[in-house]
């Protein structure tokens, strides 16, 4: 049985790909496909359309290997490139509706929860539950650290509103979160 990780450096592995070795595309392909399925699943909802986000935003990896120039993460580069499909994917196949009427409130909104009161599995599902565009800038801007600079860009939406959006969007997850940490007070005490 071969070594499952022939490649022990990230430098050897690229070189590898670019050289088109089958066998260095897969191990890139198996050492980042879990992650970056997750990181398609925060923006696209559709498990089987996330996974095509997977599969496309992987060819363009390899079809754009040689313009990664070890400036900065190899693993941030690509999960830009999976970022940008999944961001395609949500403009082809839905409405990416970004402006909202932000009359109500202009302060911005903190977003604090309490570390440990709630599990990170409890967080990405209220977070999964935001509209589209709360969700996609929430988790460009929070997850991803994104700027909103580089957020309007992606998006094509100005920088207040990818602020309104941040805002409203940690507004709702307070508000969703709320009624959990009033219903542990209430069984304490």
């Given at each position: 049985m071969?070594?499952?990780?022939?490649?022990?450096?990230?430098?050897?592995l690229i070189e590898a790909c670019l050289k088109g070795e089958r066998l260095a595309c897969r191990e890139l392909y198996e050492q980042y496909s879990g992650k970056f399925l997750a990181l398609s699943l925060r923006?696209?909802?559709?498990?089987?359309?996330?996974?095509?986000?997977?599969?496309?935003?992987?060819?363009?990896?390899?079809?754009?290997?040689?313009?990664?120039?070890n400036a900065g993460s190899f693993e941030g580069w690509m999960k830009?490139?999976?970022?940008?499909?999944a961001?395609?994917?949500?403009?082809?196949?839905?409405?990416?509706?970004?402006e909202v009427d932000w009359d109500t409130q202009t302060e911005m909104v903190e977003f604090n929860p309490q570390i440990g009161e709630f599990d990170t599995e409890e967080?990405?599902?209220?977070?999964?539950?935001?509209?589209l565009g709360f969700r996609t800038v929430f988790n460009l801007y929070a997850i991803e650290g994104y700027s909103h600079r580089e957020i309007s860009e992606?998006?094509?939406?100005?920088?207040?509103?990818s602020k309104s959006q941040l805002s409203r969007s940690r507004a709702i997850l307070q508000q969703k979160l709320k009624p959990n940490q009033q219903k542990e007070k209430n069984n304490g005490g």
């Open positions: 071969p070594a499952k990780n022939r490649f022990t450096e990230e430098t050897a923006y696209i909802k559709d498990h089987d359309l996330a996974q095509d986000v997977l599969v496309e935003g992987f060819m363009k990896i390899f079809e754009n290997l040689s313009q990664f120039k830009r490139i999976i970022v940008t499909q961001l395609l994917t949500l403009r082809k196949n839905q409405k990416l509706r970004m967080l990405l599902q209220v977070i999964a539950a935001l509209p992606m998006l094509g939406i100005s920088e207040n509103t």
